[in-house]
């Protein structure tokens, strides 16, 4: 097992690795206690196996060489369930492993249910067991022992035989295309751009009204570069349920401040307090065109009720004869507008590999060119 510590050993690793076909990539890393993600472990994979763990605690690393690696469009990177790994490397790097692909969005398409984790994925197409028995461990302490050391090496050696796997799914299906297809969605840097202007969003509010939604933007944005400048997690600038309660009852002075629920007894006189009323007080002054708006969900009229849990059934039905995650498909938003608007709407199912599966049998439904049928105890489409 290769463990990696210094720029000069990554950069011969990773120049071993310039003519392979695929990597298999995984990180450790720990959030509890920061805004952002503190990476402690990088591990990579070639086909053969033959991988290393890159140790971002101990010692001094550039980590330029796995850069230039990720940034190589001959050579495809694999996570699983890349979300968090992804986020991290856009922070270190201000670019994507590019070209993706994702294991658990192929694992969808090749029929192992929704969103399926590690070691379930594992578990099903290969004859390896996934040890989940360090998930918790903390990664930053050192030494690593032997154990956390071959847990971490084996997240990357068991993707390798979980990824070629499903390549034979996919290859045997003709649905390769698919996954690149969706992959691409994880490539967008906005999912990983923080925006303290929109952190407000996050917030889940009851009955807004805008003028308490502006100053809680305020407020949120105002925690948000807090936290992040501090590297703290938001909670620990105020909870979620103090921002509301704010924006329920702005405070005008630091009196106010003491009937908040969960503000910090004692600050309302310091730096915590004056900068809260002053992003109350900025709040009040957006003007009321310009204060936001919280979008509600609009409930499906009671007329569209039917075609919607009927086109359920047809997402149902289709998606088990092509051996396809059903939210992978479409969405029940999806559902809801194709069931209002039909041809024209403006839906992913009614596109590429989705419509061919799911949107032309939908479509054919809802024109009553064909019909759910009850035979021999199962809904069929006729």
């Known amino acids: 097992m290769k463990i990696i510590t210094n720029t000069a050993s990554l950069k011969e690793f990773c120049q071993s690795l310039e003519n392979a076909p695929y990597i298999t990539v995984d ?8 805004y952002y993600a503190k990476l402690c472990l990088i591990q990579v994979s070639c086909p053969d196996k033959n991988g290393a763990l890159i140790d971002v605690v101990e010692g001094d690393i550039d980590l330029s060489p796995l ?11 694999v996570f699983h369930a890349p ?4 986020e991290i490397f856009y922070t270190l790097f201000k670019i994507l492993p590019k070209p993706l692909f994702d294991t658990q969005i192929a694992a969808m398409v090749c ?7 590690f070691d379930a994925l594992v578990t099903q197409t290969t004859d390896l067991v996934a040890d989940k028995g360090q998930q918790f461990t ?17 997240d ?8 070629e796997k499903l390549v034979e799914i996919l290859n045997q299906r003709a649905r390769t295309h698919w996954v690149i297809e969706e992959t691409e969605a994880l490539l967008n840097p906005a999912l ?9 969003k996050r917030l889940k509010i009851k009955s807004p009204k805008s003028r308490q939604m502006a100053i809680l933007k305020e407020i949120a944005a105002w925690r948000e570069h807090k936290a992040k400048n501090k590297d703290v997690p938001r909670v620990h600038i105020l909870r979620d349920e103090t921002l509301i309660d704010l924006s329920y009852n702005p405070p005008q002075a630091p009196q106010d401040l003491t009937r908040i629920r969960n503000f910090p007894k004692g600050c309302e006189n310091k730096d915590l307090g004056r900068a809260i009323l002053d992003a109350v007080k900025k709040g009040k002054q957006v003007p009321e065109k310009e204060c936001p708006v919280l979008e509600k969900k609009m409930s499906l009229p009671r007329q569209y009720q ?13 998606a088990a004869e092509h051996d396809v995650a059903p939210r992978l498909i479409a969405s029940s938003e999806d559902l809801e507008c194709l069931s209002q608007y039909g041809v024209e709407a403006n839906i992913p199912a009614l596109k590429g590999w989705r419509n061919n599966i799911f949107g032309k049998t939908a479509l054919s439904l809802m024109s009553g060119e064909t019909a759910l049928q009850l035979i021999k105890g199962e809904i069929k489409i006729v």
């Open 67 to 77: 850069q230039e690696l990720f940034e190589n469009d001959q050579i495809l990177k």
């Open 111 to 117: 029929g192992f249910g929704d969103q399926i984790g």
């Open 138 to 154: 903390d990664w930053s302490r050192r030494p690593l022992s032997d154990k956390q050391m071959r847990y971490a090496m084996n």
């Open 306 to 318: 039917g075609a919607y849990e009927m086109l359920k059934m047809v997402l149902k039905i289709c």
């Open 27 to 34: 990180t450790e890393f720990l959030r509890e206690r920061t």
């Open 156 to 163: 990357v050696i068991y993707l390798v035989d979980a990824y």
């Open 83 to 86: 979300r968090q790994d992804l």
């Open 192 to 200: 990983y751009e923080v925006k303290p202007d929109e952190a407000w």
